[in-house]
């Protein structure tokens, strides 16, 4: 019997602890240590060339802000030279091409490890997603905070001193956790895709990233169709900033049921 496309496997128990007539998929800290450890595998440096290629990204933002606000004419209100959210993430998103590509590259292998043959994804298809989750961990807070820059000039500073500020807030104080939190929302939904709509995927907590009490719920809560929401009602991981718990195909869990 193929348990990966059984949608009625899923109802079955996997370990020995879990009560009797259950419904939930239960994941052995065992089985969740091994899913973890080949996530780390295919996922390897990628956060960390993701913060390098970001801190080149608003390096070059900067320089480039900051000259146009030198060079704008008197009575330019510097909020009007700042780019706009989906600007920043189309830039984002073009710096981040080839992240993108070895996460979507990641996810195929993570699957194919450990549930048997992914379908493979396109980075086009997951497209919309990746704009959401550029604009929601980095775009949008880079352009408030910029905003807020340009804007607030109580201290009496120097726009473009407040601006560099900003700049050097974010290089030093949140560019490294973002990456990570990229990489995990990237890997999570390429994992998605190439389940398609019809897989179903169990929430793994990994309790090495930032404390996430909440995800304790989503993986008793068991395999759940990609697209509707865990019990926290988080689609995918990261539920927060730091979390890096893990989808897993619901095969990968069965499979230790199947292998004793
Ligand atoms: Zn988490």
Known sequence: MDL?????????????????????????PERSAEILAVRDRVVSDIPASVAR???????????????????????????????DADELVER?????????????????????????????????????DLRR?????????????????????????????????????????????VAGDLATAVLNVAVQASLGRTGSACWVVDSAGAPCPDAEDNSLGGAVRCGSPFPTGDLAPPAHAGCRCQLVPVAAVLQTLVGG
Not at 55 to 80: C, I, Q, S, T, Y
Not at 155 to 163: F, K
């Open 92 to 128: 984002f998103l073009g710096g981040l091409g080839n992240e993108v590509a070895e996460l979507v590259d990641g996810a195929r292998e993570f699957v194919d490890d450990l549930a048997g043959p992914a379908a493979p994804v396109s980075v086009a298809e997951i497209e919309s």
């Open 53 to 83: 290629r970001l801190k080149r990204e608003f390096a070059d933002l900067e320089n480039e802000l900051l000259d146009e606000v030198r060079r704008a004419r008197r009575g330019v209100d510097p909020v009007d030279l700042l780019p």
């Open 133 to 177: 989750i550029v604009g929601d961990a980095l775009a949008s807070p880079v352009s408030l905070r910029l905003g807020r820059a340009a804007t607030q000039d109580d201290d009496g500073g120097d726009v473009v001193d407040r601006l560099r500020l900003a700049f050097r807030e974010w290089r030093r104080e949140r560019l490294a956790d």
């Open 4 to 28: 990966a496309r059984s949608e009625a496997a899923v109802a079955v128990p996997v370990s020995e602890e879990t009560a009797a007539g259950s419904s939930l998929v239960r994941i052995s």
